[in-house]
């Protein structure tokens, strides 16, 4: 598997990728060292292409990218993985890099790259100021593990809205409702009957056979996620992740919104959703408003 980590400088990329060589046992490849591969540089690209076509279906390699131009030499079927953070943080650690001095021409340097990868097409985000390098690799591994499994990802039929609906219920109760007060868990089983809430919006399914194991309703009007929810026996194998790219395929280039619990948080984040404000209670929910910008 070929796991493309793209970034600009200091953003956090080789601090995750030295997290996933461990637990992948990948070799890192860092911008141009595929040069050593032979004496012409043109001879050496065609060669280090050809290493990760292989390695798509065969051993792991990360690819560590600072450049825009190496993300062409990425094969059909790498995981691309774009790892964010904001100008601050990197000023700070390039001003640490070049021991505590931070010269006014790299500064103007970093503004200048600041965002160039923004507009990609990425599996993955990753914060590298303030992202959680264990969960993800997590969420990586659950993602990368099914891609052979045979799981349906399509949109729900009307007359299977009551089964996404029984599954948003068993879900929460396990796995959100303890970190909510009796009177947020009473709101969120109201939501679940109130026909004027669940009107007009769209069901994705998930299904394992004819099992349906995961569930997620937007509303497409305001491109609002309201429920997002995956059966717990099937939790860390990529379901979710898939059931997302399977909206967001229908609304390219969208701005998409949700509030998360704080059990669901660090998953959000790691599919490429950032917090708007800090986490609210309304009505005994707890929730932080979050969004994901289509590219």
Same mark, same amino acid.
């Given at each position: ?15 995750? #990728? ?5 637990? =992948? ?22 060669? =280090? ?9 065969? /051993? ?9 131009? &190496?993300?062409?030499?990425?094969? *059909? ?8 953070? *904001? ?19 790299? #500064? ?5 790259? &600041? ?14 100021? #303030? ?19 045979? %799981? ?8 299977? +809205?009551?089964?996404? @609906?029984? @599954? #948003?219920?068993?879900? =929460?109760?396990? !796995?959100?409702?303890?970190? !909510? ?6 709101? %969120?089983?109201?939501? @679940? ?18 099992? @349906? ?13 309201? %429920? ?6 099937? &939790? ?5 992740? +898939? ?6 395929? *229908? !609304?390219?280039? /969208? ?21 708007? *404000?800090? /986490? ?16």
């Amino acid at each position: 598997m070929v796991f493309g980590i793209i970034g600009e400088n200091c953003s956090g990329k080789s601090t995750l #990728a030295e997290k996933i060589k461990t637990e =992948f046992g990948a070799e890192i490849i860092t911008g141009k060292d595929y040069l050593r591969m032979a004496k012409s540089e043109s001879e050496a690209v065609s060669l =280090f292409r050809e290493k990760l076509r292989r390695a798509v279906s065969g /051993e792991n390699i990360i690819y560590v990218i600072a450049d825009p131009e &190496h993300v062409k030499l990425l094969p *059909d079927g790498a995981v691309r993985i774009l790892v964010t953070a *904001d100008l601050e943080t990197i000023k700070e650690r390039f001003t640490a890099r070049m021991h505590g001095t931070l010269p006014k021409s790299v #500064a103007l340097m970093l503004e200048r790259r &600041h965002g160039i990868f923004d507009t990609g097409e990425y599996d993955y985000r990753f914060d590298g100021a #303030a992202g959680d390098a264990n969960f993800f690799c997590e969420v990586l591994k659950s993602g990368t593990a099914d891609r052979e499994k045979a %799981f349906t990802i399509r949109r729900l039929f009307e007359d299977e +809205r009551q089964a996404a @609906l029984d @599954l #948003a219920w068993v879900v =929460f109760s396990e !796995y959100e409702s303890p970190d !909510y007060s009796a009177e947020g868990t009473e709101e %969120f089983r109201k939501c @679940l009957h109130d026909e004027a809430y669940l009107s007009g919006l769209h069901y994705y399914g998930a299904f394992d056979g004819e099992k @349906l194991i995961g569930e997620i309703a937007i509303r497409p009007d305001r491109k609002h996620i309201c %429920f997002f929810f995956v059966d717990g026996r099937y &939790h860390r194998r990529g379901i979710g992740t +898939r059931m997302f790219r399977s909206v967001i395929e *229908d !609304y390219p280039k /969208e701005t998409i919104t949700l509030n998360s619990s704080p059990y669901g948080l660090p998953f959000y984040k790691a599919i490429g959703f950032v917090p708007t *404000d800090e /986490e609210k209670t309304v009505n005994g929910i707890r929730f932080t408003p979050m969004k994901y910008e289509g590219k």
